[in-house]
Each structure stands twice: as C-alpha cells, then as structure tokens.
C-alpha cells in the first residue's frame, strides 16, 4: 500500500541545517496498523508528513498504491490526497462550525445531494460513536469527543490510508485507549491502512502489528511488534520496551538483591516468554528435574496482540553446571534468556550459555 524509497528530507536556516530524514526506507502493505516510535526530534512528523507530500522530500519516492506521489502535479496531488486521511495531536476542527458542518466539509465540490451529504455525515458519527453530538460546537466537546470528530472527517471521503499524527497525545488514559480501540474498529470494518506516530511505547502495544523505530532521522530497526517485543536489536527500542514495561528500575533493584543475598553460586536473568511458553510451568521443571532454585523476583504477563508474552526476573542458585544445564533447557523451549549478573567467572556463563551479558 504504501512505498518509502530513499526518502531524505533537510530543513535548512541561516544558522542551522537539520538532516530530518536521511534516505528512509519502509513497506507499509495494505490493512496494516503501522506505528513509528521515537523520540523527539528523531524525524517520525517529518515522515508521515512526506507520506501525503505536506512535506516533499528533498530525494526518495512515495508511492501509495503503485501511484509516485512525488512525480504528480499539484492538480494530481490534490486528487490523489483525497485518499490519504490525516488526524492530528490538536484535532484542527473549526471552531465556528458545529460538528455536522466539520464532518461535511470535505464533501463540498463532490456533487453530492444534500441528502447524500447528510446520510454520510450521520453515518460517520454513528461510526465513532458521536451521533448525538451532531449539533454540538468543538468547545462543547471533551478531548476524545473531538478527535472522534477529526477520525469522522478524516474517513469523509472514503480514504485507502490514515495517518495519525500523535493522535492520544493530548488525551488521559482512558479517552487514549478509547481512541487507540475506536481505530483498530475502523482498521478492522474498512479494511484501513494505518500509520500512526507516537512516542509512547504502550500505544504500539496496544494497536499496532507492526512497528518502525526512529533514530536521528533514520530507521533503525523496523519489524512486527511481537518480534520488537520479544527481541529487540536497536538499544533505543530496549530503551522504549523497558520503559513501557517498567523493567528498568526492577532490573537494578533485582541486582541490588542479587547481590545481598549471594551465598552460593548463583544467576539473574530476565526471561521472555512469548505464545505458548507463557503459560508453561517451566520453572517448576527447573526446580523438580535440575535442582536448581528458581527465586522470582518480578513477572508479568501480558497480550500483544492477542499473543500471550511475558517477563520474569528470576535468580537460579545452586550447582554451577547444573544451573547452566537448566538456563540451556529453557533456551531449548524458546525461552530467551539475558543473564543479568552473577557470582562466578563472567565469562564462563557467557561461553557456557551464549548469552549477551549486560
């Protein structure tokens, strides 16, 4: 559906020169819910801008549909746009028209009867869920209500793709999870590409099938979610995932821990389970068949898309070769395994295991 080749972009000032896009590269297919995380700063707005050409880049192809974006007339572009919806962090309704003339709008010039136009327009209420709102003006309206109504007028005329410009940003929890369901409704009942932007990694998780991490302007690492999720290769996307699970900080107090306990031999790992493995009792195995003991220190479990996927910090002591034996059973069972400290020879575990020691 959607096509990035070589995509750059550069902002240029008398005392500055930003590189925002630095020959971006992504395959978005159709009915994909498509997120792009990043910092601030990393070039994820200045992206999804160039999807529908708000921003040109300055080198690259944008190609929607096997239709080159960049090699169309502005007449063509304006046609083409039409099936590009676009939502915003602020909404951008008009202030002066109620809630049925926002939805209407782009409607005008499309040679629809009155009756058309207001068969449509109620429809697409009824769709996010605003119907009875129709008359009300935008500053009658909470935050959610409004991006409900910025979703309706995106979907006016009947787009292939929708791109999300930090959509929840302005929005508490509860409205963000009621927008972030709205959206997977519509992907689902319009067969909708969407792209979304958002710095926060509990967006991803809750929508997306697959995601593109930003860096400095480029893409570091780009994959489904589960994957990202279960092994994730860029430090930054470890950054956003540790965050989002809240890790980092039961990380370091499990190794505080670890340390004041140890008397014998002994390893912290994190564990991720993904699927099936999830609801296994592997550590019990553990325990019964390798004599090793199995302290758990913090767990969760969760759905990522549907997928069972959880997270153990655990503190194997007992017989060196045997806790070995047992990090390498789970590893056999699609476990992995990142050794965290432990009291012996470093290198040793990390020969022995084949782990990355961090």
């Given at each position: 559906m959607i096509l990035l080749e070589n995509v750059s972009?550069?902002?240029?000032?008398?005392?500055?020169?930003?590189?925002?896009?630095?020959?971006?590269?992504l395959k978005i297919e159709g009915g994909d819910i498509?997120?792009?995380?990043?910092?601030?700063?990393?070039?994820?707005?200045?992206?999804?801008?160039?999807?529908?050409?708000?921003e040109k880049p300055d080198t690259g192809r944008v190609v929607i549909k096997d239709v080159d974006l960049t090699a169309l007339s502005q007449k063509q572009l304006r046609k083409?746009?039409?099936?590009?919806?676009?939502?915003?962090?602020?909404?951008?309704?008009?202030?002066?028209?109620?809630?049925?003339?926002?939805?209407?709008y782009p409607l005008k010039g499309?040679?629809?009867?009155?009756?058309?136009?207001?068969?449509?327009?109620?429809k697409l209420l009824e769709l996010v869920g605003i119907k009875d709102k129709v008359y009300s003006y935008p500053s009658q309206l909470s935050g959610g209500q409004k991006q409900r109504v910025a979703i309706a007028r995106a979907l006016a005329n009947d787009p292939e793709v929708l791109l999300c410009d930090e959509a929840t940003s302005a929005l508490d929890p509860q409205n963000t999870r009621a927008i972030l369901g709205l959206l997977k409704e519509i992907n689902r009942k319009l067969?909708?590409?969407?792209?979304?932007?958002?710095?926060?990694?509990?967006?991803i998780k809750e929508i997306c099938n697959k995601v593109a991490v930003m860096e400095g302007g480029e893409v570091v690492e780009e994959a489904g979610v589960i994957e990202v999720f279960s092994n994730?290769?860029?430090?930054?996307?470890?950054?956003?995932?540790?965050?989002?699970?809240?890790?980092e900080k039961l990380d370091k107090a499990a190794e505080q821990e670890f340390l004041r306990n140890a008397a014998e031999y002994e390893v912290a790992a994190r564990l991720l389970f993904v699927g099936q493995a999830a609801g296994q009792a592997?550590?019990?195995?553990?325990?019964?068949?390798?004599?090793?003991m199995a302290s758990i220190l913090f767990g969760s479990i969760e759905n990522i898309q549907d997928v069972?996927?959880?997270?153990?910090?655990?503190?194997?002591?007992?017989?060196?070769?045997?806790?070995?034996?047992?990090?390498?059973?789970?590893?056999?069972?699609?476990?992995?395994?990142?050794?965290?400290?432990?009291?012996?020879?470093?290198?040793?575990?990390?020969?022995?295991?084949?782990?990355?020691?961090?």
């Open positions: 972009k550069t902002y240029e000032s008398k005392r500055l020169t930003v590189e925002a896009l630095k020959g971006v590269n498509f997120g792009i995380i990043g910092y601030s700063g990393a070039g994820k707005s200045t992206l999804i801008r160039c999807i529908n050409l708000l083409q746009r039409e099936k590009i919806g676009m939502i915003f962090q602020h909404f951008n309704l008009m202030n002066r028209r109620n809630v049925y003339e926002n939805v209407a499309k040679g629809l009867s009155k009756k058309e136009v207001e068969e449509k327009v109620f067969n909708l590409t969407i792209v979304l932007i958002t710095h926060q990694m509990d967006v994730p290769k860029a430090n930054i996307t470890k950054e956003f995932i540790a965050h989002s699970v809240g890790s592997f550590i019990s195995k553990i325990s019964i068949e390798y004599g090793v069972p996927f959880g997270r153990l910090n655990v503190r194997f002591s007992g017989n060196k070769a045997k806790v070995h034996e047992a990090i390498k059973y789970l590893e056999r069972n699609h476990i992995k395994v990142e050794v965290l400290k432990e009291n012996g020879d470093i290198e040793s575990v990390d020969a022995q295991c084949n782990r990355v020691i961090s």
